[in-house]
């Protein structure tokens, strides 16, 4: 186990140095005791894969973000996951990613790629801006679905492109509506996190699209006919 964690900080620390990232320390930790969630998580998924998803997650997001300096990434030097007995899904607090065990017990058979794109999610959060404080919650959740996406973890139970009543419902409704805004200019969200760093506006979406939100997520409905 100790060679090939210490194998893995090598390949994280080349990795970043290749990529202009900043590499970032992980720790996996199973506290969730005997619950059948705890087994199945040590015996399909394992600390081993999982310390090294949270490096590729890391890696990935600065890159997407295109947070390749240290002025535009936030200072985290560790970022932990904790499996628990907790109630819902996952949660992060304080750079700690924290993962219910209940859910892990009740994940589709492909639990794997499941835990991965949880893993981008929580991970984008811990990265994303958040206008400082001044962001509303469902685009911040939308943002960490739109890292999630655009690894290529989205699960089969989201709902479509087109489907939802506000631009900033949340998750993979506003998840959708941010990859049709990165198609009208590439690197769009990456250039909206940056400009949350100090605040948050909607009027953001004007300054980088030419257009106001809503006209945005007009437009956005009509391409799927859901308007």
């Not at 990529?19 to 600390?47: C, H, K, L, P």
């Not at 290529?152 to 900033?168: N, T």
Request: hydrophobic residues 40%.
């Amino acid at each position: 186990m100790a060679q090939y964690l210490k194998h893995v900080l090598c390949l994280a620390l080349t990795l970043a140095s290749v990529n202009g990232t900043r590499a970032i320390d992980s720790v996996v930790s199973n506290n969730a005791g005997s619950s059948i969630g705890a087994a199945r998580f040590d015996n399909e998924i394992g600390a081993e894969y999982a310390m090294l998803t949270l490096i590729n997650t890391s890696e990935f997001t600065q890159i997407l973000l295109q947070q390749n300096n240290n002025v535009d990434i936030k200072s985290v030097p560790k970022v932990s996951m904790v499996v628990e007995n907790i109630d819902g899904v996952a949660f992060t607090s304080n750079n700690i990613i924290h993962v219910s065990a209940a859910y892990i017990e009740g994940c589709p058979e492909d639990i794997k790629k499941e835990i991965t794109g949880l893993l981008y999610h929580e991970m984008a959060h811990i990265l994303l801006w958040d206008g400082k404080g001044q962001a509303p919650s469902g685009l911040i959740e939308g943002m960490a679905d739109f890292v999630r996406l655009k690894a290529g973890y989205a699960p089969d139970y989201w709902k479509p492109p087109g489907v939802g009543y506000s631009w900033d419902q949340g998750y993979e409704v506003t998840a959708q509506f941010l990859n049709y805004c990165d198609g009208i200019k590439n690197g769009f969200v990456a250039d909206l996190n940056n400009k949350m760093k100090s605040s948050f506006s909607e009027s953001l979406f004007s300054e980088l699209l030419g257009k106001p939100v809503t006209q945005l997520w007009s437009d956005y409905k009509t391409m799927y006919g859901t308007n």
